[in-house]
């Protein structure tokens, strides 16, 4: 559990909900690991999904606050970058964002979206995300990771050099459960099952990553790079 023992980690999603559907798991352990975390949501989430933005974006910062209380979080941040038009933005103004909260917490371990899923905004922040933790002699950002995000990542994948491979696996057994309680505060996000985005399916991805490993419940990562300093 060193890679997230009494670190500063960001965990930065395109959308409220990418946080806690791809690793709530990751984030409760390493609380209990003596790390800070932060979150932080780069878009308003709702305003191109939804017609009526104003009462939606009320709901969804609603439970993404709930969300992160029962995470048990340091800190979590909106941005207001749009819904789904990331590709909009201009790239070094979201470079700018990003890399202002991250020099500003002293940050040293990223979490961000694979590369290839399916939702454009996960690609774009990874991209920012790559470039901002480039391994200069004076990069505060020591280890980068991407996470799977259901109805996303698994959609994405569609062929063998864009499936997400992961080759870290965190064993979230004994937190699934408050996992699940953070999930279930976006009412307005779960669906029935099959849908990924199911509670039903989220347990059984915990199940089924788990046992690549010889865990019963486990969430995927793959390490893009961890830099050991001495």
Known sequence: MDLIKNKNILVIGA??????????????????NGSKVFI?????????????????????????????????????HRLKFPDMRLDT?????????????????????????HPYDVNLDHKLLFESVLVLSRPTPDQTITSLFTYYTPSSTEWGGIDRNRIFQ????????????????????????????????????IRYMAAYFGSQVGLKAAEPFNLVRSVIKR
């Open 15 to 32: 959308h409220s909900d990418d946080e806690v559907l791809g690793l709530g798991g990751m984030i409760i352990k390493a609380k209990k």
């Open 40 to 76: 932080l949501i780069v878009t308003d989430s709702v305003s191109t999904q939804y017609s009526s933005s104003e009462e939606c974006l009320h709901e969804r910062d609603s439970s993404f606050e709930s969300s992160c209380t029962v995470l048990g979080v340091d800190e979590y």
């Open 89 to 113: 933005v201009e790239h070094v103004k979201l470079n700018e964002a990003l890399s202002h909260f991250i020099l500003d917490k002293n940050i040293d371990t990223v979490f961000v979206h």
């Open 166 to 201: 992961p080759n870290i696996f965190i064993d979230i057994e004994d937190v699934l459960d408050k996992k699940i309680e953070a999930i279930s505060k976006y009412k307005s996000e779960v669906r029935d099952f099959p849908h990924p985005r199911s509670i039903k399916n």
